[in-house]
């Protein structure tokens, strides 16, 4: 219990319930007129005419400092506090007792307890209260579970003491603190420790089965934890790291990586998708690319206690973009050697993107030209652009095949025959989504102009 009860317990040990004398008509007490013994000496009183001048006013001073100690305690104690006699009428109540029952303290006073406290912890509390009458011993922090108006469940701490008049057992001192709250943190702090044992568990099972290797050092890179698919890029079990440094583990495949653990350490900043390169002692004769980020591990005063270590394996990642780059390369050539170009118009963005052999097709840079479908129209020869336009129309409304032949015409004025195959796209829903095509010079007998009919196909 908090320290303001135990200061009610030393005082009702000092001043005896034959000492004080409760009455209903207010918070006063009222001594007796015997003096009142220091703790530790004899409860008899002394003979006035064997104290020595001035002890008798010494002693009634020190008691009348006790009972406004008293006083004090009982009037401001963040605790309700309250004496009952044997049945159990109230003789005393302070403030804060009173208003856990919802009366003031006059509504209390001369009252038995199954009159003011409230229904849903009355029986509880009228069985204690007899019980340590009945057993003269005290209840200490007993816990005491109610409902407030049918909703909010509230928590007490409940005390209770016999008061003692030459041995028999008058009355009652209790002590009642609220710890609702205090309950709820607990629950809180309760739920709080489960969720982290779970995310805990499941945090060691990414660890654990992680498909990129993890690891953390120190400052000497030591190694301090370690996961299964690290430690097998390493060529050694798990435990064989643990306590031993990158250097001395992996030597060859360290070097690249050791630096910049440094940098973090020294720096703070995490460091990301840095790509290394190396043979691990686990696949010597194979070269591994990695995809490396490193994270800085703080301790409470913010500083770097050590670095998490994240290797991604891209070998395979980075030979399939190296095919795929030399592929698209000699398609690159052999369109070019061709005279094929490539174009995609994104219907629903309105955007028309061209190949750089379809640049190359019409006589045009990059930086001069952007594409869209209004400009590709007014290179259409003029007397195809109905052609066009309903070829165009026929594929987005109804999925016509798009393929025909006709002319376009470049800056210098020459007739470019053509043909030009697309496919459509639809959304989900049914949209026309991308128009995706191929554009192919066709043979041509010299250069025409426009309106020149003999070089229209």
């Known amino acids: ?140 922090d007993f816990e005491l579970n109610t409902e407030w108006r049918g909703a909010a469940r509230l928590t007490w701490l409940v005390s209770c003491h016999p008061l003692r008049e030459d041995g028999e057992v008058t009355g009652l001192l209790t002590v009642l603190q609220s710890v609702t709250y205090l309950k709820r943190a607990e629950e809180e702090a309760r739920a709080a420790e489960v969720r982290a044992q779970r995310q805990y568990a499941e945090f060691e099972l990414l660890y654990r089965e992680a498909p990129v290797g993890l690891a953390m050092v120190d400052r000497e890179l030591r190694f301090l934890r370690v996961n299964e698919t690290m430690a097998r890029l390493n060529g050694r079990d798990v435990d064989d790291h643990l306590g031993r440094s990158a250097p001395e583990m992996v030597p060859e495949a360290a070097e690249p990586i050791c630096s910049l653990v440094d940098r973090v350490f020294a720096t703070g900043e995490p460091l990301r998708d840095r790509e290394v390169s190396a043979r691990p002692p686990g696949d010597p004769l194979r070269d591994y690319t990695w995809l490396l980020n490193l994270h800085p591990v703080l301790d409470g005063s913010g500083g770097v206690r050590a670095v998490l270590v994240v290797l991604q394996d891209v070998t395979r990642l980075k030979r399939t973009q190296h095919e795929l780059r030399a592929v698209t390369e000699r398609l690159a050539r052999a369109a070019h050697l061709a005279g094929v170009g490539s174009w995609e118009w994104d219907i629903l963005e309105d955007r028309v993107w061209w ?30 652009r109905g052609r066009v336009r309903e070829q165009i129309n026929a594929t987005l409304e109804r999925d016509e095949p798009y393929a025909l032949e006709f002319r376009m015409v470049l800056d210098d ?25 191929t554009v192919q010079s066709m043979p041509r007998n010299g250069s025409a102009r426009p309106g020149d009919e003999s070089q229209v196909s």
């Open 355 to 384: 190949s750089e052999e379809l640049y190359q097709l019409m006589g045009k840079r990059r930086t001069d030209f952007i594409p869209s479908m209004n400009g590709v129209f007014d290179l259409v020869h003029p007397d195809d």
């Open 1 to 140: 219990m908090p320290a303001c009860n135990n200061k009610v317990k030393t005082l009702v040990a000092v001043v005896p319930a034959s000492r004080m004398c409760f009455h209903p008509g207010g918070m006063g007490g009222r001594p007796s007129q015997d003096p009142i013994p220091e703790p530790g000496t004899t409860s008899e009183p002394t003979p006035a005419e064997e104290l020595p001048a001035g002890a008798s006013a010494s002693v009634e001073a020190q008691l009348r400092d006790r009972i406004r100690e008293l006083e004090a305690i009982y009037r401001y104690t963040p605790v309700g506090l309250s004496v009952v006699d044997r049945d159990l009428r109230f003789v005393r109540i302070n403030e804060r007792m009173a208003s856990f029952n919802g009366r003031s303290v006059e509504e209390h006073l001369g009252r038995r307890m199954e009159e003011v406290i409230p229904l849903a912890a009355r029986r509880p509390a009228i069985a204690l209260a007899r019980g340590v009458l009945e057993s003269g011993r005290p209840v200490l």
């Open 413 to 437: 004025g020459t007739v470019l025959p053509v043909h030009t195959a697309a496919s459509l796209e639809r959304t989900p829903g049914g949209r026309p989504a991308r128009l995706l095509g």
